[in-house]
Protein backbone atom coordinates (compact mmCIF):
# COMPACT_ATOMS: atom_id res chain seq x y z
CA UNK A 1 0.00 0.00 0.00
CA UNK A 2 1.52 3.32 -1.37
CA UNK A 3 -0.25 6.96 0.23
CA UNK A 4 1.37 9.92 -2.05
CA UNK A 5 0.62 13.62 -2.10
CA UNK A 6 -0.85 14.92 -5.74
CA UNK A 7 -1.90 18.09 -7.11
CA UNK A 8 -5.20 16.96 -8.80
CA UNK A 9 -7.07 14.01 -10.02
CA UNK A 10 -6.68 12.04 -12.87
CA UNK A 11 -9.12 9.62 -14.37
CA UNK A 12 -7.13 6.16 -14.89
CA UNK A 13 -7.83 2.90 -15.36
CA UNK A 14 -9.69 0.87 -12.17
CA UNK A 15 -9.66 4.27 -9.89
CA UNK A 16 -12.38 5.90 -7.60
CA UNK A 17 -12.63 9.46 -6.00
CA UNK A 18 -14.08 9.60 -2.64
CA UNK A 19 -14.44 13.32 -1.02
CA UNK A 20 -14.81 14.50 2.30
CA UNK A 21 -17.65 16.89 3.61
CA UNK A 22 -19.28 18.26 6.41
CA UNK A 23 -21.92 20.19 4.79
CA UNK A 24 -24.43 19.23 1.53
CA UNK A 25 -23.28 22.56 -0.11
CA UNK A 26 -20.33 21.12 -0.92
CA UNK A 27 -21.94 18.36 -2.65
CA UNK A 28 -21.55 21.15 -5.56
CA UNK A 29 -17.67 20.66 -5.11
CA UNK A 30 -17.66 16.97 -5.90
CA UNK A 31 -18.00 16.70 -9.74
CA UNK A 32 -21.42 15.08 -8.95
CA UNK A 33 -24.80 15.01 -11.76
CA UNK A 34 -27.89 16.63 -10.51
CA UNK A 35 -29.00 12.77 -10.26
CA UNK A 36 -26.12 11.90 -8.10
CA UNK A 37 -26.29 14.80 -5.60
CA UNK A 38 -30.05 14.39 -4.84
CA UNK A 39 -29.28 10.60 -4.03
CA UNK A 40 -26.38 11.85 -2.15
CA UNK A 41 -28.95 14.31 -0.25
CA UNK A 42 -31.14 11.29 0.32
CA UNK A 43 -28.66 8.88 1.55
CA UNK A 44 -27.21 11.88 4.08
CA UNK A 45 -30.63 12.67 5.33
CA UNK A 46 -31.23 9.18 6.08
CA UNK A 47 -27.88 9.34 7.91
CA UNK A 48 -26.09 6.80 5.65
CA UNK A 49 -23.02 9.11 6.22
CA UNK A 50 -20.48 7.53 3.48
CA UNK A 51 -21.99 6.81 0.57
CA UNK A 52 -21.71 4.88 -2.57
CA UNK A 53 -22.22 6.12 -6.36
CA UNK A 54 -21.12 3.06 -8.66
CA UNK A 55 -20.26 4.44 -12.47
CA UNK A 56 -19.43 2.82 -15.73
CA UNK A 57 -16.37 5.36 -15.88
CA UNK A 58 -15.44 6.12 -12.17
CA UNK A 59 -16.74 5.24 -8.68
CA UNK A 60 -17.41 8.20 -6.64
CA UNK A 61 -17.62 8.19 -2.54
CA UNK A 62 -18.56 10.95 -0.37
CA UNK A 63 -18.00 10.57 3.32
CA UNK A 64 -19.88 13.11 5.51
CA UNK A 65 -18.60 14.09 8.66
CA UNK A 66 -19.11 16.37 11.81
CA UNK A 67 -18.07 19.76 11.75
CA UNK A 68 -16.22 19.19 15.06
CA UNK A 69 -13.40 16.52 14.02
CA UNK A 70 -12.21 15.39 17.58
CA UNK A 71 -10.83 12.32 18.41
CA UNK A 72 -13.73 10.51 18.76
CA UNK A 73 -15.06 11.94 15.31
CA UNK A 74 -11.03 10.72 13.54
CA UNK A 75 -11.91 7.49 14.90
CA UNK A 76 -15.32 7.56 12.96
CA UNK A 77 -13.27 8.60 10.19
CA UNK A 78 -11.04 5.82 10.03
CA UNK A 79 -13.62 3.19 10.69
CA UNK A 80 -15.21 4.64 7.49
CA UNK A 81 -12.18 3.66 6.01
CA UNK A 82 -13.10 0.07 7.18
CA UNK A 83 -16.10 -0.07 4.59
CA UNK A 84 -14.81 2.21 1.65
CA UNK A 85 -11.90 -0.37 1.13
CA UNK A 86 -13.96 -3.24 0.89
CA UNK A 87 -15.97 -1.37 -1.76
CA UNK A 88 -13.05 -0.75 -3.52
CA UNK A 89 -11.84 -4.11 -3.13
CA UNK A 90 -15.33 -5.98 -4.39
CA UNK A 91 -14.78 -3.11 -7.37
CA UNK A 92 -11.66 -4.49 -8.45
CA UNK A 93 -10.53 -0.52 -7.64
CA UNK A 94 -6.49 -0.28 -7.59
CA UNK A 95 -6.20 3.39 -6.97
CA UNK A 96 -8.74 5.91 -4.71
CA UNK A 97 -8.30 9.63 -5.00
CA UNK A 98 -8.73 11.19 -1.27
CA UNK A 99 -9.70 15.10 -1.53
CA UNK A 100 -12.01 17.35 1.23
CA UNK A 101 -12.67 20.95 2.01
CA UNK A 102 -10.43 22.71 3.52
CA UNK A 103 -12.78 22.74 6.69
CA UNK A 104 -11.97 18.43 6.56
CA UNK A 105 -8.40 18.63 5.60
CA UNK A 106 -7.29 16.96 8.99
CA UNK A 107 -9.80 13.79 8.17
CA UNK A 108 -7.73 12.95 5.36
CA UNK A 109 -5.45 11.17 7.57
CA UNK A 110 -7.40 9.50 9.52
CA UNK A 111 -9.72 7.76 6.68
CA UNK A 112 -6.20 7.22 4.70
CA UNK A 113 -5.08 5.32 7.77
CA UNK A 114 -8.47 3.18 8.23
CA UNK A 115 -8.28 2.69 4.10
CA UNK A 116 -4.69 1.25 4.09
CA UNK A 117 -5.15 -0.58 7.26
CA UNK A 118 -8.18 -2.53 6.39
CA UNK A 119 -6.30 -4.03 2.64
CA UNK A 120 -3.96 -6.03 5.07
CA UNK A 121 -4.39 -9.85 4.35
CA UNK A 122 -2.28 -12.68 5.63
CA UNK A 123 -2.33 -15.35 3.17
CA UNK A 124 1.12 -16.77 3.05
CA UNK A 125 -0.14 -20.22 3.81
CA UNK A 126 -2.91 -20.34 1.48
CA UNK A 127 -2.61 -22.19 -1.98
CA UNK A 128 -5.56 -20.41 -3.44
CA UNK A 129 -4.96 -16.57 -2.56
CA UNK A 130 -7.26 -13.95 -3.10
CA UNK A 131 -5.56 -10.57 -2.80
CA UNK A 132 -7.01 -6.83 -2.56
CA UNK A 133 -6.74 -4.91 -5.62
CA UNK A 134 -6.41 -1.90 -4.13
CA UNK A 135 -2.67 -0.77 -3.79
CA UNK A 136 -2.47 3.23 -4.00
CA UNK A 137 -4.34 5.98 -1.98
CA UNK A 138 -3.58 9.39 -3.57
CA UNK A 139 -4.34 12.64 -1.63
CA UNK A 140 -5.08 15.68 -3.08
CA UNK A 141 -4.56 18.72 -1.35
CA UNK A 142 -1.95 21.47 -1.11
CA UNK A 143 -1.67 21.89 2.54
CA UNK A 144 -1.25 18.50 3.83
CA UNK A 145 2.75 17.90 4.42
CA UNK A 146 4.99 15.98 3.21
CA UNK A 147 6.27 14.77 5.86
CA UNK A 148 3.01 13.84 7.78
CA UNK A 149 2.78 11.39 4.62
CA UNK A 150 5.90 10.07 4.91
CA UNK A 151 5.17 9.43 8.61
CA UNK A 152 1.76 8.06 7.91
CA UNK A 153 3.42 5.45 5.36
CA UNK A 154 6.14 4.56 8.15
CA UNK A 155 3.17 3.80 10.49
CA UNK A 156 1.07 1.82 7.86
CA UNK A 157 3.81 -0.32 6.93
CA UNK A 158 5.18 -1.40 10.18
CA UNK A 159 1.99 -2.01 11.72
CA UNK A 160 1.61 -4.65 8.67
CA UNK A 161 4.98 -5.90 9.27
CA UNK A 162 4.10 -6.37 12.83
CA UNK A 163 0.98 -8.30 12.39
CA UNK A 164 2.94 -10.53 9.62
CA UNK A 165 5.27 -11.03 12.54
CA UNK A 166 2.32 -11.93 15.08
CA UNK A 167 0.46 -13.87 12.70
CA UNK A 168 3.46 -16.08 11.45
CA UNK A 169 3.48 -19.88 13.49
CA UNK A 170 6.06 -21.16 15.30
CA UNK A 171 6.50 -23.77 12.53
CA UNK A 172 8.37 -20.51 11.15
CA UNK A 173 9.00 -17.55 13.51
CA UNK A 174 11.17 -18.94 16.56
CA UNK A 175 13.39 -17.42 17.81
CA UNK A 176 16.29 -17.52 15.92
CA UNK A 177 14.01 -16.63 13.01
CA UNK A 178 12.10 -13.97 14.81
CA UNK A 179 15.69 -11.81 15.30
CA UNK A 180 16.74 -12.42 11.44
CA UNK A 181 13.47 -10.67 10.67
CA UNK A 182 14.02 -8.07 13.31
CA UNK A 183 17.52 -8.05 11.50
CA UNK A 184 16.36 -7.52 8.29
CA UNK A 185 13.48 -5.10 9.17
CA UNK A 186 16.33 -2.91 10.88
CA UNK A 187 18.42 -2.48 8.18
CA UNK A 188 16.01 -1.64 5.51
CA UNK A 189 14.78 1.13 7.99
CA UNK A 190 19.07 2.46 9.22
CA UNK A 191 18.45 1.00 12.45
CA UNK A 192 21.77 -0.84 14.12
CA UNK A 193 20.75 -4.46 15.45
CA UNK A 194 22.94 -6.83 17.31
CA UNK A 195 21.84 -10.17 18.16
CA UNK A 196 22.74 -11.83 21.05
CA UNK A 197 22.97 -15.56 20.68
CA UNK A 198 22.89 -18.48 23.72
CA UNK A 199 26.33 -18.36 24.38
CA UNK A 200 26.79 -14.38 24.71
CA UNK A 201 23.04 -14.66 26.44
CA UNK A 202 24.94 -17.21 29.11
CA UNK A 203 28.00 -14.91 29.84
CA UNK A 204 25.47 -12.11 30.53
CA UNK A 205 23.94 -14.61 33.42
CA UNK A 206 20.42 -13.49 32.13
CA UNK A 207 18.67 -16.08 34.53
CA UNK A 208 15.09 -15.10 33.54
CA UNK A 209 15.40 -15.60 29.72
CA UNK A 210 17.95 -18.62 30.05
CA UNK A 211 15.44 -20.65 32.99
CA UNK A 212 12.20 -20.34 30.28
CA UNK A 213 14.50 -21.56 27.74
CA UNK A 214 15.58 -24.65 29.36
CA UNK A 215 12.33 -26.36 28.12
CA UNK A 216 13.19 -25.52 24.75
CA UNK A 217 15.29 -27.53 22.10
CA UNK A 218 15.65 -23.69 20.42
CA UNK A 219 17.83 -21.65 21.30
CA UNK A 220 16.98 -17.82 22.96
CA UNK A 221 17.81 -14.78 21.70
CA UNK A 222 18.40 -11.32 22.31
CA UNK A 223 18.14 -8.38 20.12
CA UNK A 224 19.58 -5.22 20.27
CA UNK A 225 17.90 -2.82 18.52
CA UNK A 226 19.06 1.15 17.89
CA UNK A 227 17.97 4.53 16.35
CA UNK A 228 20.94 7.38 16.46
CA UNK A 229 20.13 9.86 13.98
CA UNK A 230 22.67 13.04 14.32
CA UNK A 231 20.02 15.38 15.62
CA UNK A 232 18.62 13.28 18.22
CA UNK A 233 16.71 15.93 20.45
CA UNK A 234 16.97 13.58 23.30
CA UNK A 235 20.88 13.21 25.33
CA UNK A 236 19.44 10.01 26.71
CA UNK A 237 18.07 7.11 25.19
CA UNK A 238 14.42 6.28 24.77
CA UNK A 239 14.81 2.26 26.02
CA UNK A 240 11.49 0.30 24.93
CA UNK A 241 11.56 -3.60 25.73
CA UNK A 242 9.13 -5.86 24.58
CA UNK A 243 8.11 -9.63 25.27
CA UNK A 244 9.54 -12.13 22.72
CA UNK A 245 8.09 -15.19 23.75
CA UNK A 246 7.39 -16.77 20.47
CA UNK A 247 5.04 -19.03 21.63
CA UNK A 248 3.81 -20.06 24.98
CA UNK A 249 2.82 -23.52 26.11
CA UNK A 250 2.87 -22.24 29.33
CA UNK A 251 5.75 -24.61 29.98
CA UNK A 252 5.07 -27.14 33.27
CA UNK A 253 2.42 -25.07 34.66
CA UNK A 254 0.61 -26.19 31.09
CA UNK A 255 -2.26 -23.80 29.95
CA UNK A 256 -5.62 -25.79 28.66
CA UNK A 257 -6.11 -25.72 25.03
CA UNK A 258 -9.49 -24.59 23.91
CA UNK A 259 -8.90 -20.40 22.86
CA UNK A 260 -6.07 -20.54 26.01
CA UNK A 261 -2.79 -22.31 23.84
CA UNK A 262 -4.44 -22.11 21.05
CA UNK A 263 -3.53 -19.18 19.97
CA UNK A 264 0.05 -18.52 21.70
CA UNK A 265 1.70 -17.62 18.71
CA UNK A 266 0.60 -14.32 19.55
CA UNK A 267 2.74 -13.90 22.66
CA UNK A 268 5.75 -12.19 21.10
CA UNK A 269 3.39 -9.29 20.37
CA UNK A 270 5.28 -6.81 22.65
CA UNK A 271 8.16 -7.42 20.68
CA UNK A 272 6.61 -7.20 17.36
CA UNK A 273 5.31 -3.43 19.17
CA UNK A 274 9.10 -2.88 19.81
CA UNK A 275 10.97 -3.88 16.70
CA UNK A 276 8.14 -2.05 14.45
CA UNK A 277 7.82 0.98 16.38
CA UNK A 278 11.67 1.88 16.45
CA UNK A 279 12.00 0.98 13.01
CA UNK A 280 8.59 3.08 11.90
CA UNK A 281 10.82 6.50 14.06
CA UNK A 282 13.93 5.82 11.93
CA UNK A 283 12.15 5.37 8.75
CA UNK A 284 9.87 8.35 9.45
CA UNK A 285 13.06 10.33 10.00
CA UNK A 286 12.20 11.22 14.11
CA UNK A 287 14.88 13.20 15.62
CA UNK A 288 14.75 10.66 18.88
CA UNK A 289 17.62 8.63 19.86
CA UNK A 290 15.94 4.87 20.51
CA UNK A 291 16.93 1.24 21.56
CA UNK A 292 15.17 -1.39 21.73
CA UNK A 293 15.81 -4.57 23.72
CA UNK A 294 13.56 -8.03 22.20
CA UNK A 295 14.32 -11.15 24.43
CA UNK A 296 12.83 -13.93 22.71
CA UNK A 297 12.14 -17.87 23.16
CA UNK A 298 9.64 -19.80 23.24
CA UNK A 299 7.83 -21.82 26.40
CA UNK A 300 8.13 -25.52 26.61
CA UNK A 301 7.67 -28.10 29.41
CA UNK A 302 10.36 -30.24 27.60
CA UNK A 303 13.73 -30.93 28.09
CA UNK A 304 15.07 -29.88 31.30
CA UNK A 305 11.99 -27.31 31.86
CA UNK A 306 11.88 -24.93 34.78
CA UNK A 307 9.32 -26.33 37.56
CA UNK A 308 7.47 -24.49 40.51
CA UNK A 309 9.62 -23.89 43.21
CA UNK A 310 12.69 -23.29 41.42
CA UNK A 311 14.93 -20.47 43.03
CA UNK A 312 16.26 -17.93 39.36
CA UNK A 313 18.73 -15.47 39.99
CA UNK A 314 18.60 -12.98 37.50
CA UNK A 315 20.88 -10.64 35.45
CA UNK A 316 20.57 -7.91 38.28
CA UNK A 317 21.50 -10.38 40.76
CA UNK A 318 17.57 -10.34 42.16
CA UNK A 319 16.07 -13.87 42.93
CA UNK A 320 13.28 -14.84 42.36
CA UNK A 321 11.27 -17.92 43.23
CA UNK A 322 9.00 -19.21 40.70
CA UNK A 323 5.56 -20.54 41.27
CA UNK A 324 3.94 -20.35 37.76
CA UNK A 325 6.15 -21.41 34.61
CA UNK A 326 3.04 -19.57 32.86
CA UNK A 327 4.16 -16.20 34.41
CA UNK A 328 6.99 -16.63 31.96
CA UNK A 329 6.90 -12.98 30.07
CA UNK A 330 8.07 -11.15 33.20
CA UNK A 331 10.94 -13.60 33.74
CA UNK A 332 12.86 -12.61 30.15
CA UNK A 333 11.35 -8.91 30.49
CA UNK A 334 13.02 -8.74 33.44
CA UNK A 335 16.91 -9.42 32.39
CA UNK A 336 16.13 -6.59 29.51
CA UNK A 337 14.81 -4.29 31.68
CA UNK A 338 17.82 -4.94 33.70
CA UNK A 339 20.09 -4.60 31.21
CA UNK A 340 18.45 -1.70 29.54
CA UNK A 341 19.75 0.27 32.88
CA UNK A 342 23.06 0.89 31.21
CA UNK A 343 22.11 3.10 28.78
CA UNK A 344 20.64 5.16 31.63
CA UNK A 345 17.86 6.36 29.78
CA UNK A 346 15.63 8.82 30.43
CA UNK A 347 12.27 6.86 29.91
CA UNK A 348 11.79 3.14 29.82
CA UNK A 349 8.85 1.95 28.10
CA UNK A 350 8.10 -1.95 27.95
CA UNK A 351 5.29 -3.62 25.99
CA UNK A 352 4.07 -7.29 26.54
CA UNK A 353 1.19 -9.78 25.87
CA UNK A 354 1.30 -10.07 30.24
CA UNK A 355 -1.56 -11.01 31.81
CA UNK A 356 -5.04 -12.37 31.73
CA UNK A 357 -5.99 -10.24 34.05
CA UNK A 358 -5.64 -7.15 31.93
CA UNK A 359 -7.54 -8.28 29.21
CA UNK A 360 -10.33 -9.75 31.88
CA UNK A 361 -10.38 -5.81 32.86
CA UNK A 362 -10.82 -3.79 30.19
CA UNK A 363 -11.62 -6.08 26.70
CA UNK A 364 -9.76 -5.53 23.62
CA UNK A 365 -10.82 -1.91 24.12
CA UNK A 366 -7.59 -0.59 25.32
CA UNK A 367 -3.89 -0.81 26.80
CA UNK A 368 -3.44 -1.72 30.71
CA UNK A 369 -0.66 1.47 32.00
CA UNK A 370 1.52 1.66 34.77
CA UNK A 371 4.64 2.66 36.02
CA UNK A 372 7.09 5.58 37.30
CA UNK A 373 7.23 7.39 34.78
CA UNK A 374 6.02 11.40 35.64
CA UNK A 375 2.49 12.77 35.56
CA UNK A 376 3.65 15.27 32.86
CA UNK A 377 4.87 12.02 30.74
CA UNK A 378 2.07 10.21 31.16
CA UNK A 379 -0.08 12.49 30.22
CA UNK A 380 1.92 12.92 26.89
CA UNK A 381 1.46 9.19 26.41
CA UNK A 382 -2.54 9.13 27.34
CA UNK A 383 -3.10 11.85 24.80
CA UNK A 384 -1.18 10.26 22.06
CA UNK A 385 -3.72 7.17 22.60
CA UNK A 386 -6.45 9.33 22.62
CA UNK A 387 -5.26 10.44 19.48
CA UNK A 388 -4.54 6.74 17.59
CA UNK A 389 -7.37 5.93 19.46
CA UNK A 390 -5.02 2.60 21.19
CA UNK A 391 -6.36 4.50 24.75
CA UNK A 392 -4.49 3.83 27.84
CA UNK A 393 -6.53 3.06 31.17
CA UNK A 394 -4.06 3.42 33.96
CA UNK A 395 -3.83 1.16 37.04
CA UNK A 396 -3.01 2.08 40.16
CA UNK A 397 0.32 0.76 41.77
CA UNK A 398 -0.08 1.26 45.41
CA UNK A 399 2.88 -0.19 47.78
CA UNK A 400 0.58 -2.56 49.09
CA UNK A 401 0.89 -4.37 45.71
CA UNK A 402 4.63 -5.17 46.47
CA UNK A 403 3.39 -7.53 49.66
CA UNK A 404 1.30 -9.66 47.00
CA UNK A 405 5.28 -10.87 45.58
CA UNK A 406 7.04 -11.39 48.54
CA UNK A 407 8.97 -14.84 48.54
CA UNK A 408 9.24 -16.88 51.57
CA UNK A 409 12.65 -17.94 50.42
CA UNK A 410 13.58 -15.68 47.86
CA UNK A 411 13.74 -12.11 47.17
CA UNK A 412 10.28 -12.02 45.52
CA UNK A 413 8.26 -14.38 43.82
CA UNK A 414 6.42 -14.20 40.05
CA UNK A 415 2.93 -14.20 40.45
CA UNK A 416 1.19 -12.67 43.18
CA UNK A 417 -2.02 -13.64 43.83
CA UNK A 418 -5.54 -13.62 42.38
CA UNK A 419 -5.89 -10.57 43.14
CA UNK A 420 -4.51 -7.60 40.76
CA UNK A 421 -2.99 -9.81 38.69
CA UNK A 422 -1.80 -7.17 35.80
CA UNK A 423 -0.67 -4.65 38.60
CA UNK A 424 1.57 -7.54 40.60
CA UNK A 425 2.97 -8.66 37.33
CA UNK A 426 4.02 -4.48 37.31
CA UNK A 427 5.58 -4.68 40.51
CA UNK A 428 7.72 -7.54 39.62
CA UNK A 429 9.24 -5.84 36.46
CA UNK A 430 9.75 -2.19 38.37
CA UNK A 431 12.13 -4.32 40.52
CA UNK A 432 14.50 -4.59 37.39
CA UNK A 433 14.66 -0.55 36.33
CA UNK A 434 15.71 2.35 38.14
CA UNK A 435 14.92 4.57 35.34
CA UNK A 436 10.96 6.38 34.80
CA UNK A 437 9.30 3.54 33.17
CA UNK A 438 5.79 2.73 32.40
CA UNK A 439 4.68 -1.21 31.22
CA UNK A 440 1.73 -1.89 28.60
CA UNK A 441 -0.07 -4.83 29.09
CA UNK A 442 -1.45 -5.25 25.56
CA UNK A 443 -2.99 -8.76 26.17
CA UNK A 444 -6.33 -7.83 25.47
CA UNK A 445 -6.28 -6.21 22.11
CA UNK A 446 -2.81 -7.84 20.55
CA UNK A 447 -5.08 -10.60 18.46
CA UNK A 448 -8.47 -11.07 18.04
CA UNK A 449 -10.56 -14.34 17.59
CA UNK A 450 -13.27 -12.03 15.43
CA UNK A 451 -12.48 -9.48 12.77
CA UNK A 452 -12.92 -5.86 14.26
CA UNK A 453 -13.01 -3.16 11.66
CA UNK A 454 -9.76 -2.18 10.47
CA UNK A 455 -8.13 -3.77 13.10
CA UNK A 456 -8.69 -7.37 10.78
CA UNK A 457 -9.08 -10.19 12.85
CA UNK A 458 -5.63 -12.06 14.46
CA UNK A 459 -2.91 -9.88 15.33
CA UNK A 460 -3.62 -6.09 15.30
CA UNK A 461 -0.09 -3.89 15.26
CA UNK A 462 -1.56 -2.48 18.72
CA UNK A 463 0.79 -0.30 19.90
CA UNK A 464 3.03 1.00 17.10
CA UNK A 465 0.25 3.65 16.12
CA UNK A 466 -0.01 5.02 20.03
CA UNK A 467 3.65 5.41 20.06
CA UNK A 468 4.35 7.08 16.72
CA UNK A 469 1.97 9.41 17.82
CA UNK A 470 3.70 9.53 21.66
CA UNK A 471 7.14 10.34 19.29
CA UNK A 472 5.13 12.91 17.19
CA UNK A 473 3.89 14.21 21.11
CA UNK A 474 6.95 13.79 23.01
CA UNK A 475 8.81 15.57 20.28
CA UNK A 476 6.73 18.93 20.61
CA UNK A 477 7.03 18.31 24.09
CA UNK A 478 10.51 19.01 24.49
CA UNK A 479 10.58 22.44 22.06
CA UNK A 480 8.35 24.20 24.41
Same mark, same amino acid.
Given at each position: ????????????????????????????????????????????????????????????????????????????????????????????????????????????????????????????????????????????????????????????????????????????????????????????????????? !????????????????????????????????????? !??????????????????????????????????????????????????????????????????????????????????????????????????????????????????????????????????????????????????????????????????????????????????????????????????????????????????????????????????????????????????????
Amino acid at each position: MNITLVNKHKEIPNSAQLFIINNIKQLNDCGLEKEQIAYTKQKIEDKSITVFIPSVSEHKIIRFIAKKIDNGEKEKTRRAGFEICNFLNSNKIETVYVSADKSCENAINAISEGIALSNYKFEKYLTKKEPNTLKDIKIISENIEKSAIEKLNATIACVMMAKDWVNEPLSFLDAPEFSKQLQKAGEEAGVKVEVLN !KNKIEALKMGGLLAVNLGSKTPPTFTIMEYKPKKAIN !KKPIVLVGKGVVYDTGGLSLKPTANSMDYMKCDMGGAAVVGASICAAAKANLPLHIIALIPATDNRPGENAYVPGDVIKMYNGTTVEVLNTDAEGRMILADALAYGEKYEPELVMDFATLTGAAAAAIGSYGIVCMGTADENTKNIMKDAGNKAYERLAEFPFWDEYDDLIKSDIADIKNIGGPYGGAITAGKFLARFTKSPWMHFDIAGPAYLLAKDNYRGKGATGVGIRFMMQFFEDYIASKAK
